[in-house]
């Protein structure tokens, strides 16, 4: 049964004595002398929730320790925004605090500046050229996966499986993944004419005809920036965000069989519990206490038990289900049906 190591927020003294608790438990022998990438979500440009920079600091400084040589890094985007190329991003990781001055080591955007630098890899019902992850993260000798563990409007829950599906994943992948949503105007009664979901579509997908949206489905791509509809006019029918997700949990498995042979390890971190995922750039909206820090060696079961602690957490709803319509038992069971890990695991609290 899959070890996942829990240090209560409430003991976190300080980043650096967590992170260098939490992985006593496992063994680093694997990672030394290896060039290891640190792949996390760095935020979008205003966003407040991300992790926060002391976390990756402490885990640098834990790895240069073990004997590593680590870089921080991550994808671009498939939205259009200031992530969507690598200059882009590295200009917002600077920003948010993520650069080799303040945390020791390098950000290396992993699929370049276009997203074109990528590796394919075999993935069942997509085209090979499709299917593809970040050269960096490809070619990297050891990984660190560090995840906000957060809301998601479009996976119920943001963690592990989520971070490796989406972000490993070059655009192409992305785009397979997105494509099987297709927002529609199921409520036009709601629909105030705003205009919100036209400013938000970087695709220009989204007009206003009468006061009304209306998509052209030959230039959606299903990024999802649409379903932040103030009003639920606009939103991705039940069937579609299903389809999503158990095609997340697949992907995710698949780009870990790709990666198989290269020593993994997981970090959580709840708190700053936000409804929507670190892409957005409003204030935040916080929809739990901060609950801890997870280290495990299985990224479903660490999904899973931070999940089910955040459940226990929340301040204004019962479950992470109500607060954006979409159940992340879905995904994580699709990942675990494809072999990505287990939702059975043995939870040590340090």
């Known amino acids: 049964m899959s070890l996942v190591v829990k240090v209560p927020f409430k003991k976190i003294l300080s980043p650096y004595r967590a992170l260098r608790v939490s992985l006593e438990n496992f063994n680093l022998e694997p990672f030394k002398g290896k060039v ?4 996390l979500h760095m ?6 929730s ?4 002391s976390y990756l600091s402490s ?7 073990a004997g590593c040589e680590p870089f921080l890094t991550d994808t671009t985007t498939l939205y259009v925004g200031p992530r969507n190329t690598g200059l882009g991003y590295l200009r917002v990781s600077a920003e948010n605090g993520f650069n080799q001055i303040g945390i020791g080591a390098p950000v290396i955007i992993a699929d370049g500046l276009y997203g074109t630098d990528v590796v394919e890899i075999s993935f069942k019902g997509s085209k090979l050229e499709d299917a593809s992850v970040g050269k960096a993260l490809y070619d990297a000798e ?14 119920g829950l943001a963690g592990a499986i989520k971070n490796i599906a989406m972000g490993f994943g070059s655009k192409k992948f992305k785009k397979f993944m997105h494509s099987l949503l297709k927002p529609k105007l199921l409520h036009p009664e709601k629909c105030s004419g705003c205009g919100t979901c036209v400013r938000v579509c970087g695709f220009k997908a989204i007009t206003l005809v009468s006061g009304k949206p209306q998509i052209d489905y030959e230039k959606c791509v299903g990024c999802g920036a649409c379903s932040r509809c103030p009003t639920g006019a606009l939103v991705f029918p039940e069937e579609l965000i299903e389809n999503f997700n158990v095609r997340l949990g697949e992907v995710a498995a698949s780009i870990l069989e790709a990666f198989k042979h290269k020593p993994i390890i997981y970090i959580n971190i709840a708190e700053k519990i936000t ?6 750039s409003d204030p935040p909206e916080l929809v739990a206490e901060d609950v801890g820090i997870y280290v ?4 479903v079961a660490i999904d899973v038990a931070a999940f089910k602690d955040v459940e226990n957490a929340l301040t204004k709803v019962k479950s992470l289900k109500e607060i954006n319509n979409v159940d992340p038992w879905i995904h994580l069971r699709s990942a675990e049906k494809r072999g990505a890990g287990k939702t059975t695991y043995q939870l040590e609290t340090t």
């Open 50 to 53: 991300h992790v926060h920079p």
């Open 59 to 65: 885990l640098v400084r834990i790895l240069r320790d």
């Open 43 to 48: 935020g979008e440009r205003g966003n407040r």
């Open 275 to 280: 409804r929507y995922c670190d892409c957005v």
């Open 36 to 39: 290891v990438a640190v792949k």
């Open 296 to 299: 495990s060696q299985d990224p």
């Open 142 to 155: 050891g990984i660190v996966v560090v995840s906000h563990v957060k809301g998601h409007a479009l996976t």
